[in-house]
């Protein structure tokens, strides 16, 4: 490992609950934070927090997504001095696959076009790197989602953070009794990181969107799968604890087909049609939160988020291109207690 760095027995906590215990832990957080996600409601000062984002109507996938994405950084203020030289590591969502079900994985297509887009502007180099949570073996989830073929062709470099190399690095969140974070080797030496995730309903979040796909960076010979240690440490401050300490710079979202229901994996397809982008992830997140008609302060990790890492609040958050009113649809959730206050603005 670089710098000698390696996760010994004393230095992270390794649980390996039975699906029961986890299910538990994870009803007792959700029922005593009153939120989504295990956190108590704050009502927190967003005084001085700015962040733009851009909603862009996409109508499918074979449309020239990756000029959709080149429009994007326009309206972002991201321009070919900002990333001339940079290296950039593409995070898609990559849980699961079944036969039929697309919907569940971040598409290939909206990849491989972040790529294009990000060549065009001189970067350095072009990676796209995942840790899945189910699944040990990455070639079979990238060959079955179509993944795998898809960066083949463009010439785009897979890293498997499972099995990275990684080093411990101080926590600068703090919000979870994770202690020190283990992090991939290639999520630390990159200019960029950028979130790619699919827009999804969650099971216990209530959604995962930008901020919860990093949960994928976290390397599984660590944390287990499917990250059970970021369950038991709570899930909403896992989110938080990593988002501060990786830092990410953009966030690109595949909302041309989401999902809806019991999700991430056993919900049903959701025709939305757009692409969500901006530099803030708590603020990109709670635009979408909106886009699905849920409440942004009833999702954990974004009341979390509220105020130190970025703005939630509407009034904080500069939209450009489509309007939210033109492309919100109802996502339907599942039916819990500990989920109501995601839903709670609908009438």
Not at 48 to 75: E, M, N, P, W
Request: proline share 4%.
């Amino acid at each position: 490992m670089r710098n000698g760095h390696s996760a010994t027995s004393d230095q992270v906590t390794r649980w390996n609950p039975s699906r029961r215990e986890l299910l538990g832990a994870g009803a007792a957080l959700a029922i005593g934070g009153g939120l989504a996600g295990g956190m108590r409601f704050v009502s927190q000062n967003e005084r001085g927090l700015r962040a733009s984002v851009c909603i862009t109507k996409v109508r499918d996938y074979h449309v020239d997504i990756a000029q959709r994405i080149l429009d994007g950084f326009g309206v972002l203020g991201i321009g070919r001095d900002t990333l001339r030289n940079k290296s950039i590591v593409l995070k898609p969502n990559l849980v699961e696959t079944a036969r039929g079900q697309a919907h569940i994985n971040t598409n290939h297509a909206v990849v491989v076009a972040a790529a294009e887009a990000f060549r065009q502007m001189d970067v350095k180099s072009v990676v796209v790197a995942e840790g899945q949570g189910h699944r040990r073996d990455s070639q079979i989830v990238l060959d079955e989602s179509g993944m795998g073929q898809a960066l083949r062709e463009a010439r785009l470099p897979f890293v498997d953070l499972n099995h990275d190399s990684f080093t411990k690095i101080n926590n600068r969140g703090e919000w979870s009794r994770l202690g020190p974070l283990f992090l991939p080797d290639t999520i630390l030496a990159a200019d960029w990181v950028v979130s790619m995730p699919k827009l999804k309903t969650h099971h216990w979040t209530g959604m995962t969107c930008s901020m919860k796909n990093f949960f994928g960076v976290m390397p599984g010979i660590v944390y287990g799968w499917p990250k059970n240690v970021l369950h038991y440490a709570g899930i909403a401050e896992s989110i938080l604890d990593i988002n501060a300490t990786v830092k990410p710079a953009l966030s690109i979202v595949d909302g041309i087909v989401g999902m809806e229901g019991d999700g991430p994996i056993m919900g049903t397809p959701k025709q939305t049609g757009l692409i969500v982008m901006g530099r803030n992830l708590p603020a990109v997140d709670a635009t979408c939160a909106r886009l699905m008609d849920l409440n942004p302060l009833g999702i954990g990790y974004l009341n979390g988020a509220s105020g130190k890492l970025g703005p939630v609040r509407e009034a904080n958050i500069s939209q450009r291109g489509e309007t939210i009113q033109s492309l919100s649809s109802s996502f339907s959730i599942l039916d819990e207690p500990h989920l109501r206050s995601v839903v709670s603005n609908r009438s």
